[in-house]
Every structure is written in structure tokens, then in C-alpha cells.
């Protein structure tokens, strides 16, 4: 199924290669449960087709019964199946032969509605609840990955998987499942029809199904691969679209929507293009395929028209053909065309979502870095002492960003690090959360190594505020108990007050019910960091890691949150990141990092004693760039140079 179709730009075509089985996989794993539904919606199919096809040969019945010259007893008798009217039924008088006949349809089409919401309710309640599953699990497993899988991923190509292609198998099993039930009884039931009423002439009517299935193989050997890049190619519009409307501030700030517009179009341009690749295939086998469907419908209307028109069998068919039975025979036929066009619709639905499948459990079975082992043992924090045992690691491009790194914090005391941009200080502490996992050496919590230790009960020890003041669409208090879900309204209070975030709050137009919009983007970035340190407050954690947590707040607010956060980091581990030095001097240890390495550490008085890179910082902060020695400036230049954003 792999080909350069789809495998150079496919992000999942790894993923889906080793896919076997999409669409058995998922009516097995997602469909068992409902099988129930399902079944509900083909029994009910089969007898709302089944009264479907009635209509026809009672109209048959009644042409040669009232409209013929035949005697009706034994016209009427030789049309309707004895099952639906035994012999003793049948009224001696035309009139009320005619009269049971209707009521014979009208009762077909009451009882067919019934089942036909039947088979209606089945495929739905079975397609909804197999798209919920699926939607769930994915997204359940995708969010379980490490931050490896997301970093080559983009949002809107993710997004595409768990919305276009997950809604792509609710169509297939509703519609597609639906047409194919359909489409199977009316096929089979009108040829048991037709050969009943007149072997020979089926053998006419049925003459383009071996055309119809040779030419709809190759519709699918052709179309298989179409679908596959049009699956992808929908991911990066997404994806397009999603990065520029997140970053529509910087858009309009730059002045570059007529560039953004050019590059949108691009990837629409791209989409077009592969969509219409397959647009062209489909929209020349559909009427291909009506066109022989309506060959057959031709054919018997030509032979059973001269058949009852001359009175005599034509060519090698012999006996006779009544009206009402030619009548019922074009009906039938024109019904059989239908279903056999509609075959090709079947196919192209079950292209489409297979595709999609194959994306979906491509994802589903990613194996990530980090496998969280629910067997394995809770996380005990007693003292709170963190160790890192010559720890290196490098993320999947295979650059070392750490390399040997020992250090050792005791329980209570706060760590800072600090170091040039892309020096590794935000991989350490990653590690330490088990964003990802350390390639040689260990890091110990209490002599618990946190590779052997359950993810929830590591992260559940530890409170987070990072670079990004994340919010969540939603609340002011629904976003600060994000993870304490159960805090109470007063304690809530206690934590925005420790974060200086209470008078701002209190200042929103609904107060802690206000909605901060999606990100946060109705509140200053500052606030956005307040709100996001009383998050940590409120949880309370045995380890406290703070990188960069004041970056986005003044100079003012910024000794405001100094102040709480000495608070909440007393009797508790606490590793801090800073870029301005002089929130982190007070810190019992300073790490500083240069490539991934210790080179310095010690308190800040003994740091700016040795007079080595800690105080060449120290010194650019405090505007001292001119004394500072030239070789310093030359490192820090070739360090700018070389170094990549979020390598940090």
C-alpha cells in the first residue's frame, strides 16, 4: 500500500506501513462491543428491503389480473407468491383483487418505514459509538507519548487524525455499512426475482455484473493510493492554519498577512491538487459504471419488449412472457441498477476510511521513549533529595545537549541553573520530570530511580512553572485548580493570594468565574504567569521546579512574586531557572552550564569570587559589558552563532 504517492510528505507513513488490516482491526477492537446495534440494523435492512421489492410484482400482478386478458384467478395466482397470499385468500371479482392488492402495498411500505428506522437507529448507534472509542483511545495513547513524538509532529496534523479521519470512519460505518447491507439484499433479492419469474430473461438482465466487477477493481487499485495522499495533505492545511491562527498577533504585528495568505495557498494549492488527482478518477468511473449498469436495463427492455410485442420468444428463449411479468421485470431491473452504480460509492467510502484507519492506528500503535508500567512502584518522597548521576542525553537528531552532568540537591534547598542560551538547563529539569528519558546515568529521588517509579506518582510529586504561562480555555479558578480538581473556593483564594494574583483577579469583570479565552489571550502576560504559579501553590508539591517563572512580569511584580515564592519554596526541593540572576543569588547551590556541561558551581558570593563565566554573567546584567574580557564576548558570540531556539 506504501508508494511515492503518499510516503515523501505522509508524517504518519511510518506509522501506517505497519498497519495490517485497518478496517478487520477496527471492527474487531472498536465494533465487538457493538455488535448488538449493528445487527439490529441488518436484520432490520434486510426485511426493509425485502418489503421494499413487494411493491413491484403485486403491480405486475395486478396489470395481468384487471388490465389482461387472462382470466384474473389464475393470472393473480400465478404472480403472487403463495407465501404473501395463500390460494384461499384470493377474491373471486377484479375489483376485489385490485382492492387487496393495494392494501397488500400499503401495508408494505407501513411495515417497510418501521424498518427502515430500524436499520436506521442500528447503523447510527453503531457508527457513533465506534467513532467516540476510537476518537477517545487515540487521543488517550497520543497524549501518553514523550515529548520526542510531539516535537516532530505539528498540532494541525495531529488534529486532522482525530477529527477528519476519525469523523472519515463514522461515514463509512454509518453510510458505507448502511449502502452495503442495502445494497447486497436488493442485488441478491431482485435476482432471486428475476430468475423466478423468468430464468431466461435474468440471464439479459444480469449480463454487465461481470463488466461492473472487473471495473471496479481496477477503480480501486487506482484510487487506494489517491486517498492516502489526500488523507495527508489535509493534515498540513491544518497544520498551516493552526500555526498562523495562534499566531495572529505576530501576523498582524509584522505586517505579513499577504505572506501567511501566499503560504496558505500553497498548501491549499497542494491539497487541490492531490484531491483532484482523485476527484478525476471517481467522477470517471461513477457514470463508467452507470453506463454499464444501464446496459443492462437496455438489453432487457429490448428483448422482453419484442418478447410481448411479437407474442413469441426471440432467439434461443422460448415459453411466454405476460405483461404484468415484462412490467415487473423493467421495474426490477431499474432497481438493479441503482444499487449496482451505488457500488462504486461503497468503494470509494471504504478507500477513504480505510486510509483514515490506517493513519488512526499507525498513531495508536506509536511506541514512544518513555513507557509508563502501571505494575511498577509509587514514587516516596521523604526527604526530597534529588541526585543526577552522570547523566548525558540527546534528543532524536543525536546531539549531545547533556553530557556527564553530577549534581546533588538535599531535601528543603533550592538549586538554581544557570548558563547561556542552549547551554541545556530546561533539558535538565525535562528529565527530572520524565519528559524524557536519560540516555546513560541515572537521576534519583531519595535513592529512587525515576525510571522505576510510576509516572503519576512522579509528576504528582512535583509543581511545574515553566517559560510558557500556559492557560487553558475556561475560568480564572477552573484553570488554577487545573490538576487539584478538587480544591475548594477558599484555598483557591489562598493560592492567588501567595501569588499576588488575588487583586488582579478580583478586578476581572466575573472575578475567578471570568473566561480567560483560549491560551489565556484576554490577560497580560505577567497575569498569565501569576495565575499559572498559584496552579503550583495550590498543588502543594514535595519538588518545585521553576523555569523561568518571572520572565513575563515587570520589575515591580516580578519582587511581589519573589516574595510568595520564597514562601512556597521553603521546606521544599526547589530547582529554578533564571536568565535575570538576581532572582536566583539567594539559591544554596548554583549549577552553571556551558554545552551541556558543569562548569562552575558554589553559592553566588563564592561564583563571582572565581570570577569565571557565573560572573561574566553577572557583570552583562549589571551593564558591565565593556570590562568584560574580550574572549568572553568572542564565546558568547560563536555560542549565539551556533545555537538553535528551544535547545535550551
Known amino acids: 500500500m506504501s508508494g511515492p504517492d503518499w510516503d515523501e510528505d505522509d508524517p504518519f507513513a511510518e506509522q501506517r506501513e505497519s498497519v495490517d488490516g485497518p478496517m478487520r482491526r477496527l471492527l474487531g477492537e472498536f465494533g465487538r462491543p457493538y455488535w448488538s446495534a449493528v445487527a439490529v440494523g441488518i436484520v432490520a435492512s434486510v426485511f426493509a428491503r425485502v418489503l421494499d421489492l413487494l411493491p413491484a410484482l403485486l403491480l405486475g400482478a395486478a396489470i395481468d389480473t384487471i388490465f389482461a386478458e387472462a382470466t384474473g384467478r389464475d393470472a393473480l395466482a400465478s404472480q403472487i407468491p403463495f407465501t404473501i397470499v395463500p390460494e384461499g385468500w384470493i377474491p373471486a371479482t377484479e375489483l376485489d383483487q385490485f382492492l387487496l392488492i393495494v392494501a397488500l402495498i400499503a401495508l408494505s411500505f407501513a411495515i417497510g418505514a418501521i424498518f427502515h428506522w430500524l436499520r436506521n437507529w442500528g447503523f447510527n448507534a453503531f457508527a457513533q459509538d465506534v467513532q467516540h472509542d476510537v476518537r477517545t483511545a487515540t487521543y488517550d495513547r497520543m497524549q501518553r507519548?514523550?515529548?520526542?513524538?510531539?516535537?516532530?509532529?505539528?498540532?494541525?496534523?495531529?488534529?486532522s487524525v482525530l477529527s477528519n479521519d476519525v469523523n472519515q470512519l463514522e461515514r463509512f460505518l454509518n453510510d458505507g455499512l448502511n449502502s452495503a447491507f442495502r445494497m447486497v439484499v436488493m442485488v441478491v433479492g431482485i435476482a432471486a426475482l428475476l430468475v423466478w419469474l423468468n430464468p431466461q430473461l435474468a440471464l439479459v438482465a444480469m449480463a454487465p455484473v461481470p463488466l461492473i466487477a472487473a471495473f471496479t477493481y481496477l477503480f480501486v487499485k487506482r484510487i487506494q493510493p489517491k486517498y492516502a495522499a489526500v488523507?495527508?495533505?489535509?493534515?498540513?492545511?491544518?497544520s498551516r492554519l493552526e500555526n498562523n491562527l495562534g499566531g495572529i498577533q505576530v501576523i498582524k504585528s509584522s505586517n505579513t498577512e499577504r505572506f501567511e495568505s501566499g503560504r496558505v495557498e500553497d498548501v491549499s494549492r497542494n491539497y487541490f491538487e492531490t484531491n483532484w488527482g482523485a476527484i478525476r478518477i471517481r467522477i470517471r468511473f461513477f457514470p463508467a459504471l452507470q453506463l454499464l449498469s444501464g446496459i443492462g436495463f437496455v438489453l432487457t427492455f429490448l428483448v422482453g419488449g419484442y418478447w410481448v410485442f411479437a407474442g413469441t420468444a426471440p432467439g434461443p428463449f422460448t415459453g411466454a412472457l405476460s405483461v404484468g411479468a415484462f412490467v415487473t421485470f423493467i421495474l426490477y431491473t431499474q432497481q438493479l441498477v441503482w444499487p449496482m452504480a451505488q457500488f462504486g460509492q461503497?468503494?470509494?467510502m471504504y478507500q477513504r476510511a480505510n486510509a483514515s484507519a490506517e493513519r488512526i492506528f499507525g498513531l495508536m500503535d506509536e511506541t514512544g521513549r518513555i513507557d509508563d508500567d502501571d505494575a511498577v512502584d509509587p514514587l516516596v518522597v521523604e526527604g526530597g533529595r534529588v541526585e543526577y548521576d552522570g547523566v548525558s542525553f540527546a534528543y532524536d537528531d543525536g546531539e549531545t545537549v547533556l553530557e556527564d552532568v553530577s549534581l546533588a540537591v538535599d531535601g528543603g534547598e533550592t538549586l538554581a541553573l544557570v548558563g547561556p542560551t542552549g547551554a541545556g538547563k530546561s533539558?535538565?529539569?525535562?528529565?527530572?520530570?520524565?519528559?524524557?528519558?536519560?540516555d546513560e546515568g541515572a537521576i534519583r529521588i531519595d535513592g529512587q530511580d525515576v525510571r522505576e517509579v510510576s509516572l503519576r506518582s512522579l509528576r504528582e510529586s512535583m509543581?511545574?512553572?515553566?517559560?510558557?504561562?500556559?492557560?487553558?480555555?475556561?475560568t480564572v479558578e477552573e484553570n488554577v485548580t487545573y490538576g487539584t480538581f478538587d480544591a475548594s473556593h477558599e484555598e483557591v483564594i489562598e493560592a492567588a493570594k501567595a501569588a499576588e494574583a488575588h487583586e488582579f483577579i478580583e478586578s476581572l469583570p466575573e472575578g475567578y468565574d471570568t473566561m480567560v479565552?483560549?491560551?489565556?489571550v484576554k490577560l497580560s502576560g505577567g497575569q498569565r504567569q501569576r495565575l499559572c504559579i498559584a496552579r503550583a501553590i495550590l498543588a502543594d508539591p514535595e519538588i518545585l521546579i521553576l523555569d523561568e517563572a518571572t520572565s513575563d512580569v515587570d520589575t515591580e511584580t516580578e519582587m511581589l512574586i519573589q516574595r510568595s515564592l520564597d514562601r512556597l519554596t521553603?521546606?521544599?526541593?526547589?530547582?529554578?531557572?533564571a536568565h535575570r540572576l538576581s532572582t536566583i543569588k539567594d539559591a544554596d547551590t548554583i549549577v552553571v552550564l556551558e554545552g551541556g556541561r558543569i562548569v562552575e558551581r558554589g553559592s553566588h558570593g563564592e561564583l563571582i569570587a572565581n570570577d569565571g563565566l557565573y560572573a561574566h554573567l553577572w557583570g552583562v546584567q549589571a551593564g558591565e559589558i565593556d570590562e568584560l574580557p574580550r574572549?568572553?564576548?568572542?564565546?558568547?558570540q560563536r555560542r549565539v552563532a551556533r545555537t538553535e531556539v528551544g535547545d535550551d
Open 517 to 520: 479565552g483560549e491560551r489565556g
Open 631 to 636: 574572549e568572553f564576548i568572542e564565546r558568547a
Open 427 to 438: 533539558t535538565v529539569l525535562k528529565l527530572l520530570l520524565r519528559l524524557y528519558d536519560v
Open 231 to 238: 488523507r495527508s495533505s489535509v493534515g498540513t492545511v491544518n
Open 145 to 159: 507519548l514523550d515529548m520526542g513524538f510531539f516535537a516532530d509532529k505539528q498540532t494541525g496534523e495531529m488534529m
Open 346 to 348: 461503497i468503494i470509494n
Open 463 to 474: 509543581g511545574y512553572v515553566g517559560q510558557e504561562s500556559y492557560l487553558f480555555y475556561g
Open 570 to 577: 521553603e521546606g521544599r526541593t526547589t530547582f529554578a531557572i
